[in-house]
């Protein structure tokens, strides 16, 4: 097991979405629960820190961000990279994932502290988001844009506000989704800083 | 020099942003032109092509996008980290960087075909974009809405629809940026595709 989320500042929350790394979606409200994979996010504002989201109208995760008003980003590994695909290829609306989603992919969840939606344990990083609510944005574009009232992450690749992937092993490197089953690790750093 | 852009369809123009790659923003209007450094960015919609990408009111960038309605997305290289720093630290607005901000940083540029701006020589992709009007957008979150009215690649790394990172030089690699001066290289592929 890895070690357990330690809290972001939320002033440094951008910092585990600036690199472009897919996520996973989970959502919650009234008991049932959903999980699925999104490539299509970013950061919005540093403070308070925002970040936006595109969600299908398919799909069972928007009921639940609809009906909860929330949603957690969580950032994956490249251990998990067989889950991420597995769960953004299989709707919680399909017959064959019906019922609980993460149960059938045998994923474990930590509780979040200001959302409804769990964290998934394994993941390096966490964003519990509350919607902003823009109706139009959200039935013209599928765009949900969310505030970060609380973030985590594995203290192991971040801390003090920066990755440390190279300190870590590579399987705690996140992932950049391209298409088809097709992802890259995040790979070497460089540094231009002062 | 790399190998002239060709073009590429439409349909796969997303995959060019999927893996969240660090962008560098051109406009042009009446003579007029600039370059920025945009982490903010994402696919938006398949058919037709969208983008949205955070433009900040204080920058010159954002000025030319809205007098001219339209921009270009590159998507850097290794070999352009610093540039994309470069173009990223200085305003076209600051006295010190007065001008033609990409004269002033030696920048080679081609012309686009469907928009005013120009497309960075050297980067590995370009997405010409068309600004879809939306000011409460524009304004609340100065997020742009882009459609994507043309899109090119460099043949080394991204043809037939795909990255081909590995078949190229390392310097040809896409970037990730975090903060501060730190990037990360789009590291190994991992395919879990049929």
Same mark, same amino acid.
């Given at each position: 097991?890895? @070690?357990?989320?330690?809290? $972001?500042?939320?002033? &440094?929350?951008?910092?585990?979405?600036?690199? *472009?790394?897919?996520?996973?979606?989970?959502?919650?409200?009234? *008991? %049932?629960?959903?999980?699925?994979?999104?490539?299509?996010?970013?950061?919005?504002?540093?403070?308070?820190?925002? $970040?936006?989201?595109?969600?299908?109208?398919?799909?069972?995760? &928007?009921?639940? #961000?609809?009906?909860?008003?929330?949603?957690?980003?969580?950032?994956?590994? %490249? @251990?998990?990279?067989?889950?991420?695909?597995?769960?953004?290829?299989?709707?919680? &609306?399909?017959?064959?994932?019906?019922?609980?989603?993460?149960?059938?992919? !045998?994923?474990?969840?930590?509780?979040?502290?200001?959302?409804?939606?769990?964290?998934? @344990?394994?993941?390096?990083?966490?964003?519990?988001? %509350?919607?902003?609510?823009?109706?139009?944005?959200?039935?013209?574009?599928?765009?949900?844009?969310?505030?970060?009232?609380?973030?985590?992450?594995?203290?192991?690749?971040?801390?003090?506000?920066?990755?440390?992937?190279?300190?870590?092993?590579?399987?705690? &490197?996140?992932?950049?989704?391209?298409?088809?089953?097709?992802?890259?690790?995040? !790979?070497?750093? #460089?540094?231009?800083?002062?």
């Amino acid at each position: 097991m890895t @070690a357990a989320p330690v809290p $972001v500042d939320l002033a &440094r929350a951008y910092r585990l979405l600036n690199h *472009g790394p897919v996520t996973v979606v989970t959502s919650a409200h009234a *008991g %049932r629960r959903n999980v699925m994979a999104a490539a299509w996010t970013m950061p919005l504002d540093f403070s308070p820190p925002k $970040v936006a989201v595109v969600v299908d109208k398919s799909t069972f995760t &928007r009921e639940l #961000i609809e009906a909860s008003g929330s949603f957690v980003l969580n950032v994956p590994c %490249r @251990a998990q990279a067989e889950t991420v695909l597995a769960v953004g290829s299989c709707s919680g &609306r399909d017959p064959e994932c019906a019922g609980d989603k993460l149960a059938r992919f !045998g994923l474990h969840t930590l509780p979040a502290t200001q959302v409804e939606a769990p964290l998934l @344990a394994g993941c390096v990083g966490w964003l519990e988001c %509350r919607v902003v609510p823009e109706a139009h944005n959200e039935q013209r574009y599928d765009l949900f844009i969310g505030e970060v009232v609380a973030a985590w992450a594995d203290p192991q690749v971040f801390a003090d506000g920066r990755w440390h992937f190279a300190a870590a092993p590579d399987a705690r &490197r996140t992932l950049h989704y391209v298409a088809g089953g097709a992802f890259y690790a995040t !790979g070497e750093g #460089i540094d231009l800083g002062d």
